[in-house]
């Protein structure tokens, strides 16, 4: 090759942020995500009732709701096809 091309995208060297996989939020951003509204859910209930019992439920009641929510959102989600993340020329 005679030519000097631009390095592909996800190569060493292609410059610009790395492209994220098809999914929209990774799992360990659904997780903490997740676990810090429960949390946020659980201190408030026990600050309120001062029922560990109902704390613990309304905390795990919480992190489900957030974590199936999130999931089926960020499934919805698809990377806009027409922005090149990396500037590329086409």
Known sequence: MTQNQPAAPNQPGAGGPPRRSSSALSTAELFGLSGGTAL?????????TREVWLSLVSLVIAFVVVLVVTALFARRLKPNADVDLNNNPR
């Open 40 to 48: 946020f859910v659980g201190l408030v209930t026990l600050l309120t």
